[in-house]
DNA sequence: TGAATATCCTACCGAAAAAGTTGGTTTTTG
DNA sequence: CAAAAACCAACTTTTTCGGTAGGATATTCA
């Protein structure tokens, strides 16, 4: 189990992917810029990421990212295991150490846990509709914090 | 937020405490033994948990560590807050970016999902099955996806 | 008193991971 | 063709992880 500020970009990400589901691909400069991380380190997570099908890239001019499949079959687990391809919870299961035993017992909580959270379940909520839906009426989505929407 | 094998090792750590808590301290040789982590690493973990008042240092002959209070009132969370002393979990809530602000959002939640998760949850179990009932009206895994309650 | 046990403390080290950089190539659209 | 984008690989830098070394201090007990 890992979870870290790489973990943090990934699901940000996903977020954003999911947010913007019915406007087509979601270029990777776009999360770039908007949420300052290096395009090619975003790059490299999202290889992952498509790896694992948990994304589908288009290609050329109008291109991106979109979801591999539905914001309700996407869970957060899944994007960490995606991105940090270390899921050996179990390192010393069999040593009979009681100690270990309670961690193993506890992650594995901790695991249900995140995969009972989906994608959908973080972004479909009515706070964060109303402020996307003034985004989506623009093509541009760059700055995200507008003064007015006229 | 952050998770990995330092925070086990602390966690492990303090399973061990908690479970010998009525034998008197825990020395650190032990768990070093029991759990192949060399002692100095250990001793700087402890260094870490004893400044939070976690745990209680026992000098000389027959000493070792106890828990600073009980363990039911240590979480999961305080442990690994005091080994990471990263808890910038809001690095950027006021740009105003509806990705991020998700993860603020899912960040929290996963937080007080720790935070609710003490020692003595996880080492005495009879104990905590009614604590959880209390939680969640489902008994068992403790998944906790909805959040109506106010 | 002195030896043994243990916490406490500081500094340093090597390996690994995280995060970013550079410099491309393909694919697609206009 | 030019621009926008995914794709790809190699590299560097920075940080963290886990460990090593060498102590100092406190306590117990013979």
Do not use: N
């Not at 992917?17 to 380190?41: K, M, R």
């Not at 706070?127 to 507008?146: L, M, N, P, S």
């Amino acid at each position: 189990m890992r979870l870290s500020t790489k973990g943090r970009y990934a699901v940000t990400a996903m977020f954003d992917l999911a947010l913007h589901e019915q406007d087509g691909p979601v270029p990777l400069t776009e999360i770039s810029t908007c949420q300052t991380i290096s395009l090619s380190y975003l790059e490299q997570l999202f290889a992952k990421l498509r790896k694992k099908e948990l994304v589908v890239g288009v290609r050329g001019v109008g291109g991106g990212y979109r979801l591999g499949r539905p914001a309700h079959q996407i869970s957060i687990a899944d994007i960490l295991r995606a991105v940090d391809e270390k899921v050996d919870v179990s390192r010393a299961a069999e040593d009979g150490d009681p100690a270990q035993a309670l961690w193993i017992e506890f992650s594995e909580k901790l695991y249900s846990y995140l995969d009972e959270r989906t994608l959908a379940d973080c972004v479909d909520r009515p706070y964060v509709q109303r402020i996307t839906a003034r985004q989506d009426d623009e093509h541009g989505r760059g700055i995200v914090v507008r003064q007015d929407a006229a």
